[in-house]
């Protein structure tokens, strides 16, 4: 047996491993990216946003972190107005192998470019960078789950080191002075490798804007049982880490974050990008009934996009590298201390 987080990295990306079947992704779950045009519309525009605040440079790069097969990065640059598209260069980060009949313009490769100019987003990227499953034994200890390949688990060590520090900073499981004492099965991910690999993909951009979207939560309302789970054929399923099924977990997006980076839910952040959700109007219906019914349709999509227990509810944490944060909307996040390592 070993910890979860080794046995999910052979699981996912291993020589037989889950993102490395033919099918993709998207033969296992829906994404944003496969919900709507209207999401890659989106970021199309957030992608001239940061094009303005760049001062119109003349590469201008769209890293698609995560790409899958390349469905969000072909889509934002078809989307692209002529003049922009003729500057626009894509780079699909993936390890996977390169799909057939990709976009000749995208350049497909197993880490973020460094040095680029340009937006650099992260659509459910992060939930799949393995991590460690913790849980609190009938002593109040945190200590290590490790997992078979047939799913079977049991306790480890307990939780030490830069690990623990993680989890007294941003999930705290045990007993605090004046607190309540620590409840046997309490369960937590220890998020610090996704902290070190946002802070890695951000280094990784010259200027720009970096951008991760990712179901998630945040410090004072973290699941107490934590949200280890497995996707198969469209369905939830109990995470087995055999390379049969998609191996994900929440994000603590807040930990993630970065000095100068903000938090907000997808449904917010779409909004500011145009996309509503409104009903058109009633009198279209008799004036163009064609068009009317094409504006159903995407107001339908947009719907979904930002729906309250849903789509809506991804997080965006966005993080502006040497310009102004392009996108409108509320202040940005505090600056959040960063756990020790």
Do not use: K
């Not at 934002?76 to 003049?83: D, F, Q, W, Y």
């Not at 197993?110 to 650099?120: F, M, R, Y």
């Not at 499953?133 to 079977?152: F, I, Q, S």
């Amino acid at each position: 047996m070993r910890g979860w987080r080794p046995a999910t990295e052979e699981a996912l990306y291993g020589p037989r491993g889950f993102y490395r079947r033919p099918e993709g992704p998207a033969g296992h779950f829906r994404t944003s990216v496969h919900a709507s045009p209207l999401f890659a519309g989106a970021v199309a525009r957030l992608l001239r946003l940061v094009d303005e605040a760049l001062a119109h440079p003349a590469e201008l790069a769209f890293v698609d972190l995560g790409a899958g097969r390349g469905e969000l990065v072909s889509a934002v640059l078809r989307a692209l107005p002529a003049e922009v598209a003729s500057r626009a260069r894509g780079y699909a980060v993936e390890r996977a192998a390169r799909p057939t009949g990709l976009d000749h313009r995208i350049e497909w490769l197993p880490e973020p470019p460094p040095g680029v100019t340009g937006l650099l987003f992260a659509n459910e990227w992060l939930d799949n960078v393995p991590v460690d499953e913790v849980e609190v034994d009938a002593r109040g200890v945190p200590r290590l789950v490790l997992v078979d390949a047939d799913g079977t688990e049991c306790p480890g060590e307990p939780v030490g080191g830069a690990d623990a520090r993680w989890l007294e900073r941003w999930w705290p499981l045990t007993h605090t002075t004046g607190g309540p004492p620590p409840v046997e099965g309490l369960r937590a991910e220890i998020g610090l490798p996704r902290d070190t690999a946002w802070a890695s993909a951000v280094a990784a951009l010259g200027r720009g804007l970096a951008v991760a979207v990712d179901y998630g939560h945040s410090a004072g309302a973290r699941p107490p049982f934590g949200t280890l789970t497995g996707f198969r054929e469209g369905r939830e399923t109990a995470p087995v880490p055999d390379g049969s099924c998609d191996i994900t977990a929440h994000v603590a997006l807040d930990a993630c974050a970065l000095p100068g980076g903000r938090l907000l839910s997808q449904r917010d952040a779409l909004r500011m990008l145009g996309v509503s959700g409104e009903r058109p109007s009633l009198a279209l219906a008799s004036t163009d009934p064609a068009a009317y019914v094409r504006a159903l349709a995407g107001a339908g999509e947009a719907a979904e996009l930002t729906a309250r227990g849903g789509l809506g509810d991804f997080g965006w944490l966005t993080q502006p590298v040497g310009i102004p944060d392009p996108l409108p909307g509320p202040l940005p996040h505090p600056d959040p201390e960063q756990p020790s390592t």
